[in-house]
């Protein structure tokens, strides 16, 4: 166990839907970054969170967003989904957003199944 | 252009039997890490080693070692006398980013390691 939760673990929902993923990084942990991971396109990194602020972004699509709360859970938005957008996605958290060994601890996951 | 590339997609090994998993990358940035993830089938990621660019040595950790070839831009993961509990997905990532503010991590599409008994 990592330490960090995500909710829910599975979700099925339809094409032109919005849903929320949430995020709860381990105790102490600043920085939460999100991941997709589908079987075209591997695992992408989506966004960085430290302590509220966005630190960096990759490949995010303009139809989701994310923050990060003052209680450093994040929730990350996915909105007028479309089948492309199943996939699993992973939230990880670190303790810092610096220094070299920033090692990061995924979350168990939350598989996304749009139809 | 593929940033971190893996090579293998999927490899075999003897159960006590070492195992090289290949993994190269690129970046034009002077600083930047080296991670290893392994992924087992129930879907979690775990985090097994990490190279940092000035690293003067290759890092250990356990059954793990990392063989870091700064010129020739590889960092590939060695695990000595591999276990039945080592078949797992297993992923190369880099950070990219300067080191004191966000991160970027780029991840390889991974290689499905299957030990034999």
């Known amino acids: 166990d990592s330490g960090v939760t995500q909710t829910p673990k599975h979700l099925i929902t339809a094409t032109g839907q919005r849903v929320t993923l949430r995020c709860s990084p381990r105790?102490?942990?600043?920085?939460v970054y999100w991941y997709q991971q589908s079987l075209d396109q591997g695992l992408q990194f989506l966004i960085h969170y430290y302590n509220g602020e966005e630190r960096a972004k990759g490949n995010i699509l303009e139809r989701f967003s994310a923050q990060q709360f003052p209680d450093l859970h994040s929730e990350l938005n996915l909105s007028s989904l479309e089948l492309g957008d199943s996939a699993l996605y992973f939230c990880?958290?670190?303790?810092?957003?610096?220094?070299?060994?920033?090692?990061?601890?995924f979350g168990p996951g939350t598989r996304l199944t749009v139809l | 252009a593929q940033k971190i590339t893996q090579t293998q997609p999927g490899m075999f090994v003897q159960e006590k039997e070492a195992v090289t998993l290949d993994c190269t990358y690129d970046t034009s940035d002077p600083s930047y890490g080296l991670f290893w993830y392994k992924q087992p089938s129930s879907g979690e990621m775990i985090f097994l080693i990490y190279?940092?660019?000035?690293?003067?040595q290759n890092a250990t950790e356990g059954r793990y070692s990392l063989n870091f070839q700064k010129a020739r831009k590889s960092a590939n993961l060695v695990i000595s006398a591999s276990q039945l509990g080592d078949s797992a997905m297993y992923f190369c990532?880099?950070?990219?980013?300067?080191?004191?503010?966000?991160?970027?991590?780029?991840f390889g599409p991974g290689t499905r390691l299957s030990v034999l008994p």
């Open positions: 105790s102490g942990d600043l920085s």
């Open positions: 190279q940092g660019s000035y690293d003067q």
């Open positions: 990880a958290s670190s303790a810092r957003t610096s220094g070299a060994n920033n090692e990061q601890f």
């Open positions: 990532a880099m950070r990219e980013g300067p080191d004191n503010y966000g991160q970027n991590f780029v």
